[in-house]
Nanobody
Framework: VQLQASGGGLVQAGGSLRLSCAASGRTPSTYVMAWFRQAPGKEREFVAAISWSGDKTHYADSVKGRFTISRDNAKNAVYLQMNSLKPQDTAAYYC????????????????????WGQGTLVTVSS
């Protein structure tokens, strides 16, 4: 499975960005998708995840109410709508996936995901 993330950029605090991630190759029949991020000098951290069915999601406390994860299985894609961005959201954002039952919404642990994209950089200026 290959993942290609896009949509990063420079935005002012309070602004919005929408990240996209497309899966290709030998994708499983059903798979959970997630976003993680890594700021300079910090560990990679969980952001959000969504089940194959699309009706189960969970978020890191730091982004709840501001970020929304969604997916389009026909396009093998996952999205992250980021609103009310803050300077502390500045990071490289990575999409990740692994085979999972349709209703499984994933975990917060990067080690639970076997496939990763290359990352897209989000910079939020104050």
């Amino acid at each position: 499975v290959q993942l290609q993330a896009s949509g990063g950029g420079l935005v002012q605090a309070g602004g919005s960005l929408r990240l996209s991630c497309a899966a290709s190759g030998r994708t499983p029949s059903t798979y959970v998708m997630a976003w993680f991020r890594q700021a300079p000098g910090k560990e990679r951290e969980f952001v959000a995840a969504i089940s194959w069915s699309g009706d189960k999601t969970h978020y890191a406390d730091s982004v709840k109410g501001r970020f929304t994860i969604s997916r389009d299985n026909a396009k093998n894609a996952v999205y992250l709508q980021m609103n009310s961005l803050k300077p502390q959201d500045t990071a490289a954002y990575y999409c990740a996936t692994d085979e999972a039952p349709a209703s499984y919404s994933g975990t917060d642990y990067s080690s639970d995901y076997h496939y990763w994209g290359q990352g897209t950089l989000v910079t939020v200026s104050s």
